[in-house]
């Protein structure tokens, strides 16, 4: 019950264009965001959202912020993951909550709508993808008793 009731003043801050400020619990979007930081929620409309976007929505368990890796404008779906997490999880555009603009960890405070931080979080996005595209062509080549990387000379 209590956390149906601050995700609902969550949303009523955010309606009335107040940023709101949250303390992260996990590390699913190390390095960027880790456990003990803050994220600065701004309510920003599904609708301007871009790939690559961090966002916060409600869950069954509490909020959640994750990369948005893809929309659905016509079935009104977000796709977001963690930065190095392979499944996608899906949610309605009524389960989104707003973007994350800031992180502040300590006294430093990172503007993410800053385009410096945009090209940054974009280019460590696709990183994170092609390293999991690797890992996983790695584990399929382990799996089939394949040694990898080795040429045999004659």
């Given at each position: 019950m209590q956390a149906a009731v601050s995700h609902k003043l969550i949303k009523q801050q955010l309606k009335i264009r107040q940023k709101v400020q949250l303390k992260v619990i996990s590390n699913s979007m190390a390095p960027l965001i880790r456990a003990g930081d803050l994220v600065e929620i701004t309510a920003v409309l599904p609708s301007n959202l871009q790939t690559g976007s961090i966002i916060t929505v409600v869950t069954m368990d509490g909020l959640l912020t994750h990369r948005l890796v893809n929309i659905e404008g016509h079935a009104h779906q977000l796709f977001i993951r963690g930065e190095w997490q392979m499944s996608v999880e899906s949610f309605a555009f009524a389960d989104y909550l707003g973007q994350v603009t800031a992180v502040i960890r300590g006294k430093k405070q990172r503007r993410l709508n800053a385009y410096s931080w945009q090209?940054?979080?974009?280019?460590?996005?696709?990183?994170?993808?092609?390293?999991?595209?690797?890992?996983?062509?790695?584990?399929?080549?382990?799996?089939?008793?394949?040694?990898?990387?080795l040429r045999k000379t004659t």
């Open positions: 090209w940054m979080a974009k280019g460590q996005f696709w990183l994170g993808i092609k390293y999991l595209f690797v890992a996983q062509l790695m584990k399929k080549s382990l799996q089939k008793g394949r040694k990898l990387f």
